[in-house]
């Protein structure tokens, strides 16, 4: 087991070189500067933009301006922001506990729905429900997100009234914020009805987030549990005369959860990717509509760190489904 | 939980909802986060909306809807005969916001306006340089470094400032968002305590709304300043909701949580003027669209051609099409917005005929090859190049004239337009200062023929005397004169061919009252009030 976690430890530090690599190259072939950026509209004399580019480093060979960001790097130092002057890893922990809340809820979402429906459409196979799962996730896992949401919004808030359109809570509560997460932050808050509001606020962008993991997890159960329910021990399950539920929630479903919880981990890289646009049309504050910004900006630091924390992030997430394959399912050994 | 304490919580509240209900909010949503509170760091629309419109004042203002100067903080001013010194007379008793740490222990005066500017002008100034890279963008921009000598103190409310050469449109700077009087007390009590760095953020102003709370990409709190010396705003809280998405802010919107919108699509104008709940203000943007024609090039050096050339373009499908209707035909170089606008001069027709005939008398019946620029990014003053470009091209083709189109990426496009590549070309600018000499000297003075934004490479002595004599003249009424008398000129010489200001649109619900657009593009909620 701790060779296994030493290996792929020892996996990550090739895989984050790339990716600075990668982030930095890319925001760089992106035309324009964030001294031209930071000119607006109206443009600057090419005085005042050679000494702002030289302020900046930017007029630096891009190999050394790398090598000196790496260098700051393996410092713990992710630079500051060009436009706010924040450090990069303090606006990024300001504003990661909304990702966080979102996203979580968006993949809450997907199970609470995504498991039943495969689970169903897998047990009633070829019936009705099993077309209508087949076919909602396929629409669902294709639906762009700024489209979907923008229906969503449409349909539940202007239309319907249920929903607010934006934001995480209605603009009358106004309550310190601690940790970060909303829901949490408004319970605590013991202003009346903040928690409803926050909660009502969750809604869309949850829902919008968590589509295309849900349609993911649908799939991807009903086809796990169509392969596990032809097993011979399902058959004896029955023949013992199990319950219903005993032999597919039980016997079968733990068995058909392997494949699941691997997509589940990187549907992680999906709800960040996601999160993108989902917090740029809710208006919600964060990591997402962060990188956006800083990206129209060319706000080097922000994007490169940004893209870094992120990849870590999603790192760990599969590094931590991989070990877990372990607890649900004894027969994956890692080690020797 | 004793009973008395639950009756004095149910009591609290029933106070705090009869309150929050009798107070006004007014709802905005904006585009973006603000980049500081600082306007003096910035040159950002989004940051001026969210800092020196709602918080600070200026020694001088614009008038509400116009770029025609007023006194603000300067109660009034003297310019010396040969324009060189400009003396201010300030205002008594104008009081500075307060917040958590800090209480004003005095009225603004002269020490504030002082420390303004002597800290953007100043790298001697302690505070001038704060954190790296943060730079007083449009102090430099702007060049008022060799528009400045001095600035100096002669009472308690008097303040001199000594120019190095006359510049009229100074005092259109000095209107500016970078130009915002900051407390000099604050920043002194800040630095006492070590930390100078909170007066850029936690800003204090003598503005009609102060600065309460701030939650990046997420809201900003304001609330009325009850001692604004223009007298109290009459909404008690301004919020901005920080809105990215158009179609999003139009939602919010429509359900009402929120009563004004920035920036809306321009696809959804002609619905938002269907909703009864919605009133759609808009006006003709600091702006201008144009083709210049190159005149040291053949045939446009010869003035009939290029009147021909503009009689040929058939500027109302332009607007129609390219702009959709949301956009002002163009008949001078500065918009209509602008004081010194000659509104004497007329706009060509569109008349094939005669530009045909006026080719034939310049001896070219045939008509001529000639190359087209067209923008290869759509700009505020033009939403898309290329489509109008083949527009124009169409339309002189009627006459003769065969346009190859021509573009370069946007760097490339400005520099070689710079260095006179061109013959016609799609230009255009968006104003700074709301001061004609912004628009007059960048883009057909002759000092910008050479590397500056003539692209048109007109130099005319008799314009060029006019806008030099305006530049210099601290007359206004003079000054407009001058420009006007120039804009007649232009007409008659064509070395450009004005096209359109594109319109600006802020739609609000129909409970805001008193909303009046900003010529500069501003969104200033002072003086707008909520039905009930």
């Known amino acids: 087991m701790l060779t296994y976690l030493l290996k792929r430890l020892g996996m990550v530090i090739p895989t984050l070189l790339g990716i600075t690599l990668l982030a930095f190259s890319l925001i760089h072939l992106i035309p324009g500067n964030a001294a031209q950026a930071l000119s607006g509209e109206r443009g600057m004399s090419p005085e005042r933009y050679r000494q702002l580019a030289h302020q900046l480093g930017l007029d630096r060979p891009l190999s050394t301006q790398y090598l000196d960001y790496l260098g700051h790097l393996l410092h713990g130092d992710f630079g500051r922001s060009i436009n706010t002057h924040e450090a990069v890893v303090k606006e990024f922990l300001t504003l990661f506990p909304a990702t966080t809340e979102l996203a979580l809820c968006a993949i809450l979402l997907a199970l609470l729905l995504g498991l039943p429906a495969g689970i169903l459409a897998a047990v009633k196979r070829n019936s009705f429900i099993d077309y209508s799962v087949i076919g909602a996730s396929l629409t669902g896992y294709s639906m762009p997100i700024f489209w979907w949401a923008l229906l969503l919004i449409e349909l539940f808030s202007v239309k319907l009234g249920w929903t607010p359109v934006s934001g995480r809570i209605a603009i009358v509560y106004d309550f310190p914020t601690p940790t970060g997460f909303m829901l949490i932050d408004a319970w605590r808050s013991g202003q009346a009805g903040a928690f409803r509001s926050a909660l009502s606020h969750l809604i869309l962008p949850a829902l919008a987030l968590g589509t295309i993991p849900l349609a993911v997890i649908a799939r991807m159960t009903r086809s796990a549990m169509l392969e596990v329910l032809r097993e011979d021990y399902v058959r004896t399950a029955r023949a013992k005369g199990l319950s219903w539920f005993s032999v597919v929630c039980v016997h079968a479903l733990r068995n058909a959860l392997i494949p699941v919880i691997t997509v589940i981990g990187l549907q992680v890289g999906t709800l960040l990717t996601g999160a993108i646009l989902t917090e740029t049309i809710f208006s919600w504050p964060g990591i997402g509509k962060w990188l956006v910004e800083a990206i129209h900006r060319r706000d080097y630091p922000v994007v490169q760190g940004g893209i870094l924390i992120s990849a870590c992030i999603v790192i760990s997430v599969n590094l931590a489904v991989d070990l877990l394959y372990g607890v649900v399912n004894p027969r994956i050994r890692h080690g020797r | ?532």
Not at chain 2, 98 to 111: G, H, K, M, V
Not at chain 2, 304 to 323: E, M, P, Q
Not at chain 2, 411 to 420: F, Q, T, V
């Open chain 2, 1 to 532: 939980m004793s009973a008395i304490f639950k009756l004095g919580l149910v009591a609290l509240l029933t106070v705090f909802a009869g309150t929050a209900s009798a107070s006004k909010t007014l709802v905005y949503c904006s585009e973006g986060s603000p980049e500081g509170f600082n306007p003096a760091f910035f040159s950002t629309g989004t940051t001026y909306d969210a800092s020196s419109v709602p918080i600070f004042d200026r020694l001088v203002a614009f008038a509400p809807g116009t770029t025609q100067v007023v006194p603000s903080l300067a109660q009034s001013w003297e310019v010396s005969k040969n324009g060189l010194v400009y003396t201010f007379h300030l205002r008594h008793g104008v009081k500075f916001q307060s917040n958590a740490l800090f209480t004003p222990s005095r009225d603004f005066d002269a020490d504030d306006v002082l420390f303004t500017f002597l800290r953007q002008m100043d790298p001697k100034q302690p505070l001038h340089r704060l954190s790296a890279g943060q730079t007083f963008a449009y102090w430099q921009d702007m060049g008022m470094d060799q528009i400045v000598a001095r600035i100096e103190k002669l009472d308690p409310y008097t303040v001199r400032f000594t120019l190095r050469h006359p510049e009229a449109p100074f005092l259109a700077d000095l209107a500016m968002d970078f130009a915002s009087i900051d407390s000099a007390e604050y920043y002194g009590k800040m630095q006492a305590r070590g930390t100078p760095g909170i007066a850029d953020e936690k800003v204090i102003g003598t503005g009609p709304f102060q600065l309460v709370s701030y939650q990046k990409d997420a809201v900003i709190r304001y609330q009325a300043f009850d001692q604004y010396w223009r007298g109290r705003a009459k909404i008690d809280h301004l919020i901005f909701a920080i809105t990215p998405d158009a179609a999003v802010r139009y939602a919010k919107l429509k359900t009402g949580e929120c009563q004004v919108m920035a920036y809306p699509n321009p696809a959804d104008i002609a619905a938002m003027k269907k909703d009864p709940n919605i009133v759609v203000y808009s006006k003709a943007g600091l702006n201008i669209g144009y083709i210049a024609l190159n005149v040291e090039k053949k045939p446009l050096d010869r003035l009939r051609v290029r009147r021909a050339l503009a009689l040929a373009i058939d500027k109302g499908s332009i607007l129609k099409l390219i702009y959709q209707g949301n956009a002002q035909a163009a008949k001078n170089l500065i918009p209509p917005t602008l004081w010194s606008y000659n509104h004497q001069v007329e706009d060509t027709p569109y008349d094939p005929a005669r530009a045909r005939a006026l080719l034939v008398k310049a001896g070219l019946p045939q008509g001529f090859a000639i190359d087209l620029w067209y923008l290869p990014v759509s700009r505020p003053y033009n939403p898309d190049g290329k489509r109008m470009a083949e527009l124009i091209q169409a339309d002189w083709a009627r006459i003769g004239v065969r346009a190859r189109l021509v573009t370069y990426e946007w760097g490339e496009y400005l520099k070689r337009s710079k260095d006179g590549e061109q013959q016609a070309i799609m230009y255009g600018w968006s104003g700074d200062n709301g001061d004609p000499d912004n628009f007059f000297t960048p883009l057909a003075g002759c000092a910008a023929v050479q590397g500056g934004g003539n692209v048109a490479r007109w130099c005319n002595k008799d314009f060029e005397r006019l806008i030099q004599a305006a530049k210099i003249s601290t007359n206004q009424a003079q000054r407009a004169k001058l420009y006007e008398r120039a804009q007649a000129i232009m007409k008659q010489q064509m070395p450009l061919i004005p096209i359109a200001h594109s319109l600006e649109f802020t739609p609000v619900r129909k409970e805001v009252l008193g909303y009046t657009m900003d010529a500069t593009a501003h969104h200033n909620f002072y003086g707008v009030d909520l039905a009930r």
